[in-house]
């Protein structure tokens, strides 16, 4: 069993970042990639980044390419997420994610992942 604390929320003007961390609890975290995922009022939730056990490969939704990045810690046992250059249409509820595959086939797709956090509410002011 993993469990998953994000952390790092908030309310933030348009342009500006917000890092976002997720704590996990286990001795095997290392051994599982990790994604984001967020969702937004009445809309289904969405892929948002993606990083291999390793951190070797990660992986964007094109929506965020090139503003978010995604890595990890893994003597500390996080994965983070900065956001930079914020829009409000990236204002949503940010979840994190936990794979026992260590390099999903489809690191993109929620049915990939095993383990969820409770997610954290991301607003992003106009």
């Known amino acids: 069993q993993v469990q998953l604390v994000e952390s790092g929320g908030g309310l933030v003007q348009a342009g500006g970042s917000l890092r976002l961390s997720c704590a996990a609890a286990?001795?095997?975290?290392?051994?599982?990639?990790m994604g984001w995922f967020r969702q937004a009022p009445g809309k289904e939730r969405e892929f948002v980044a993606a990083?291999?056990?390793?951190?070797?490969?990660?992986y964007y939704a094109d929506s965020v390419k090139g503003r978010f990045t995604i890595s990890r810690g893994n003597a500390k046992n996080t994965v983070y997420l900065q956001m930079n250059s914020l829009k409000p249409e990236d204002t949503a509820v940010y979840y994190c994610?936990?794979?026992?595959?260590?390099?999903?086939?489809?690191?993109?797709?929620?049915?990939?992942?095993?383990?969820w956090g409770q997610g954290t509410q991301v607003t992003v002011s106009s």
């Open positions: 994610a936990a794979s026992i595959d260590r390099t999903p086939n489809r690191p993109g797709w929620d049915g990939s992942y095993n383990y």
């Open positions: 286990g001795r095997t975290f290392s051994s599982y990639a």
């Open positions: 990083i291999t056990w390793s951190g070797g490969t990660t």
